[in-house]
Protein backbone atom coordinates (compact mmCIF):
# COMPACT_ATOMS: atom_id res chain seq x y z
CA UNK A 1 0.00 0.00 0.00
CA UNK A 2 1.05 3.52 -0.67
CA UNK A 3 1.09 6.07 2.05
CA UNK A 4 0.94 9.65 1.19
CA UNK A 5 0.76 12.86 3.48
CA UNK A 6 -0.34 15.72 1.46
CA UNK A 7 0.81 19.36 2.49
CA UNK A 8 -2.04 21.88 2.28
CA UNK A 9 -2.76 23.04 -1.91
CA UNK A 10 -0.57 20.09 -2.81
CA UNK A 11 -1.78 17.21 -5.51
CA UNK A 12 -1.28 13.60 -6.30
CA UNK A 13 -2.51 12.39 -9.75
CA UNK A 14 -3.42 8.36 -9.21
CA UNK A 15 -4.75 5.62 -11.28
CA UNK A 16 -8.74 5.44 -10.72
CA UNK A 17 -10.30 2.94 -8.16
CA UNK A 18 -7.22 3.09 -6.49
CA UNK A 19 -7.93 4.74 -3.21
CA UNK A 20 -8.09 2.96 -0.11
CA UNK A 21 -8.75 5.41 2.49
CA UNK A 22 -8.05 9.44 2.72
CA UNK A 23 -8.92 11.89 5.59
CA UNK A 24 -12.06 13.68 5.08
CA UNK A 25 -9.74 17.23 4.83
CA UNK A 26 -8.23 15.56 1.10
CA UNK A 27 -10.20 16.82 -1.50
CA UNK A 28 -10.96 14.43 -4.58
CA UNK A 29 -11.84 14.89 -7.83
CA UNK A 30 -11.75 13.09 -11.24
CA UNK A 31 -10.08 14.16 -14.52
CA UNK A 32 -11.09 13.42 -17.73
CA UNK A 33 -8.34 12.66 -20.58
CA UNK A 34 -10.58 11.53 -23.52
CA UNK A 35 -8.56 10.59 -26.69
CA UNK A 36 -9.74 8.44 -29.51
CA UNK A 37 -6.76 6.15 -29.22
CA UNK A 38 -7.18 5.44 -25.69
CA UNK A 39 -11.28 4.82 -26.69
CA UNK A 40 -9.93 2.02 -29.25
CA UNK A 41 -6.52 0.56 -27.44
CA UNK A 42 -9.09 0.37 -23.77
CA UNK A 43 -6.24 2.70 -22.45
CA UNK A 44 -7.04 4.92 -19.05
CA UNK A 45 -9.39 7.87 -19.89
CA UNK A 46 -9.40 9.44 -16.69
CA UNK A 47 -7.63 10.10 -13.22
CA UNK A 48 -8.10 10.91 -9.58
CA UNK A 49 -6.52 14.10 -8.42
CA UNK A 50 -5.89 14.29 -4.50
CA UNK A 51 -5.57 17.75 -2.62
CA UNK A 52 -4.45 18.36 0.66
CA UNK A 53 -3.73 18.35 3.83
CA UNK A 54 -4.53 15.25 4.98
CA UNK A 55 -3.30 11.54 4.32
CA UNK A 56 -4.29 9.16 1.56
CA UNK A 57 -3.63 5.07 0.99
CA UNK A 58 -3.57 4.00 -2.86
CA UNK A 59 -3.14 0.52 -3.67
CA UNK A 60 -3.25 -1.31 -7.07
CA UNK A 61 -5.55 -4.16 -7.84
CA UNK A 62 -3.35 -6.70 -7.24
CA UNK A 63 -0.52 -7.66 -5.09
CA UNK A 64 2.76 -6.94 -4.97
CA UNK A 65 5.34 -4.30 -4.81
CA UNK A 66 5.02 -0.06 -5.12
CA UNK A 67 8.09 1.23 -6.08
CA UNK A 68 8.97 4.80 -6.49
CA UNK A 69 10.65 6.33 -9.53
CA UNK A 70 12.72 9.37 -9.40
CA UNK A 71 12.00 11.06 -12.80
CA UNK A 72 14.81 13.95 -13.08
CA UNK A 73 12.80 15.90 -15.86
CA UNK A 74 15.21 14.85 -19.13
CA UNK A 75 15.14 11.40 -19.16
CA UNK A 76 11.71 9.47 -20.94
CA UNK A 77 10.23 6.44 -19.18
CA UNK A 78 8.05 4.15 -20.52
CA UNK A 79 5.56 2.17 -18.34
CA UNK A 80 3.77 -1.19 -18.54
CA UNK A 81 0.20 -0.58 -19.22
CA UNK A 82 -0.84 -2.59 -15.71
CA UNK A 83 2.21 -0.66 -14.27
CA UNK A 84 1.45 2.81 -13.09
CA UNK A 85 -0.07 3.50 -9.80
CA UNK A 86 0.81 7.69 -8.75
CA UNK A 87 2.71 10.54 -9.41
CA UNK A 88 3.40 14.61 -8.57
CA UNK A 89 1.95 16.82 -10.50
CA UNK A 90 5.40 17.48 -12.07
CA UNK A 91 5.24 14.41 -14.17
CA UNK A 92 3.15 13.83 -17.36
CA UNK A 93 2.12 10.65 -19.22
CA UNK A 94 0.91 9.92 -22.59
CA UNK A 95 0.12 7.11 -24.64
CA UNK A 96 2.18 6.24 -27.46
CA UNK A 97 2.35 3.69 -30.22
CA UNK A 98 5.68 1.41 -29.42
CA UNK A 99 5.42 -0.17 -33.18
CA UNK A 100 3.31 -3.15 -34.41
CA UNK A 101 6.46 -5.70 -33.77
CA UNK A 102 6.46 -4.68 -30.57
CA UNK A 103 2.80 -4.57 -29.99
CA UNK A 104 2.66 -8.22 -30.71
CA UNK A 105 5.44 -9.84 -29.17
CA UNK A 106 6.19 -7.44 -26.18
CA UNK A 107 3.59 -8.40 -24.08
CA UNK A 108 2.42 -4.92 -23.27
CA UNK A 109 0.12 -4.22 -26.13
CA UNK A 110 0.24 -1.63 -29.12
CA UNK A 111 0.44 1.28 -27.10
CA UNK A 112 2.48 2.23 -23.28
CA UNK A 113 2.94 4.67 -21.26
CA UNK A 114 5.21 7.46 -21.91
CA UNK A 115 6.18 9.61 -18.87
CA UNK A 116 8.08 12.60 -18.60
CA UNK A 117 8.70 15.44 -16.13
CA UNK A 118 10.38 15.92 -12.92
CA UNK A 119 8.66 14.40 -9.53
CA UNK A 120 8.00 11.10 -8.38
CA UNK A 121 6.23 8.18 -10.16
CA UNK A 122 4.90 5.23 -8.13
CA UNK A 123 4.79 1.96 -10.29
CA UNK A 124 3.16 -1.22 -9.24
CA UNK A 125 4.16 -4.95 -9.73
CA UNK A 126 2.59 -8.63 -9.63
CA UNK A 127 5.14 -10.25 -7.36
CA UNK A 128 7.82 -8.59 -6.39
CA UNK A 129 10.34 -5.82 -8.62
CA UNK A 130 13.95 -5.94 -8.91
CA UNK A 131 15.95 -3.17 -11.22
CA UNK A 132 19.19 -3.21 -13.32
CA UNK A 133 20.94 -0.51 -14.45
CA UNK A 134 22.30 -1.18 -17.78
CA UNK A 135 25.80 0.52 -18.77
CA UNK A 136 26.46 1.99 -22.80
CA UNK A 137 26.36 -1.43 -24.68
CA UNK A 138 25.52 -3.40 -22.10
CA UNK A 139 22.42 -6.27 -22.62
CA UNK A 140 19.91 -7.64 -20.78
CA UNK A 141 17.53 -10.69 -22.09
CA UNK A 142 14.05 -9.95 -20.03
CA UNK A 143 10.93 -12.39 -20.91
CA UNK A 144 8.08 -10.14 -22.27
CA UNK A 145 5.29 -10.96 -19.24
CA UNK A 146 7.87 -9.41 -16.85
CA UNK A 147 8.16 -5.69 -17.77
CA UNK A 148 7.35 -2.74 -15.64
CA UNK A 149 8.90 0.61 -16.40
CA UNK A 150 12.43 1.43 -18.97
CA UNK A 151 14.09 3.91 -20.32
CA UNK A 152 16.85 1.68 -22.09
CA UNK A 153 16.13 0.50 -26.14
CA UNK A 154 15.04 -2.68 -26.48
CA UNK A 155 13.89 -5.43 -29.53
CA UNK A 156 11.89 -8.62 -29.48
CA UNK A 157 13.25 -11.19 -31.04
CA UNK A 158 12.98 -14.83 -31.04
CA UNK A 159 15.59 -17.14 -29.14
CA UNK A 160 15.98 -21.22 -28.37
CA UNK A 161 14.38 -21.48 -25.32
CA UNK A 162 14.84 -25.38 -24.65
CA UNK A 163 11.47 -25.10 -22.71
CA UNK A 164 13.21 -22.60 -19.86
CA UNK A 165 10.79 -19.58 -21.00
CA UNK A 166 7.20 -19.99 -20.58
CA UNK A 167 6.07 -21.15 -24.17
CA UNK A 168 2.32 -19.32 -24.07
CA UNK A 169 3.49 -16.28 -23.18
CA UNK A 170 6.98 -16.16 -25.24
CA UNK A 171 5.66 -18.36 -28.11
CA UNK A 172 8.59 -20.40 -27.48
CA UNK A 173 11.39 -18.25 -27.39
CA UNK A 174 9.66 -14.60 -27.99
CA UNK A 175 12.24 -12.27 -25.27
CA UNK A 176 12.60 -8.65 -25.03
CA UNK A 177 16.50 -7.57 -25.60
CA UNK A 178 17.37 -4.23 -23.68
CA UNK A 179 20.91 -2.59 -24.43
CA UNK A 180 22.04 0.28 -22.27
CA UNK A 181 22.31 2.61 -21.51
CA UNK A 182 19.04 2.89 -19.47
CA UNK A 183 17.46 1.28 -16.33
CA UNK A 184 15.31 -1.37 -16.37
CA UNK A 185 12.45 -2.91 -13.69
CA UNK A 186 11.04 -6.09 -13.79
CA UNK A 187 8.22 -8.21 -11.84
CA UNK A 188 8.82 -11.47 -10.60
CA UNK A 189 5.38 -12.86 -11.99
CA UNK A 190 4.09 -12.68 -15.45
CA UNK A 191 0.26 -12.61 -15.44
CA UNK A 192 -0.51 -14.86 -18.36
CA UNK A 193 1.53 -18.17 -16.57
CA UNK A 194 -0.02 -16.61 -13.03
CA UNK A 195 -3.32 -16.82 -14.64
CA UNK A 196 -2.66 -20.44 -16.14
CA UNK A 197 -1.51 -22.10 -13.23
CA UNK A 198 -4.48 -20.76 -11.45
CA UNK A 199 -6.89 -22.60 -13.82
CA UNK A 200 -4.99 -25.50 -13.57
CA UNK A 201 -5.60 -25.79 -9.74
CA UNK A 202 -9.26 -24.94 -10.28
CA UNK A 203 -11.19 -28.06 -10.09
CA UNK A 204 -13.31 -28.92 -13.18
CA UNK A 205 -16.80 -29.83 -12.60
CA UNK A 206 -18.50 -31.64 -14.90
CA UNK A 207 -22.41 -31.40 -16.67
Known amino acids: MLYLRLQPGYEVKAKPGSMVAMDATVKIRGKLKFSVKKMLTGGEM ?3 VFTGPGEVMLAPETWGDIVPIHLDGQ ?3 SVG ?8 TGVTRST ?3 GLGKALFSGEGLFVHHVM ?9 LGAIFSRTLQPGEQWIVDNGHLVAWTAKYKVERVDAGGFFSGSHTDEGLVCRFTGPGI ?3 QTRNPETLGEWIREQVP ?3 Q
Open 46 to 48: SES
Open 117 to 125: GAGIMWVTS
Open 75 to 77: TQW
Open 96 to 98: KSQ
Open 204 to 206: QTT
Open 184 to 186: VYI
Open 81 to 88: KDAFLACT
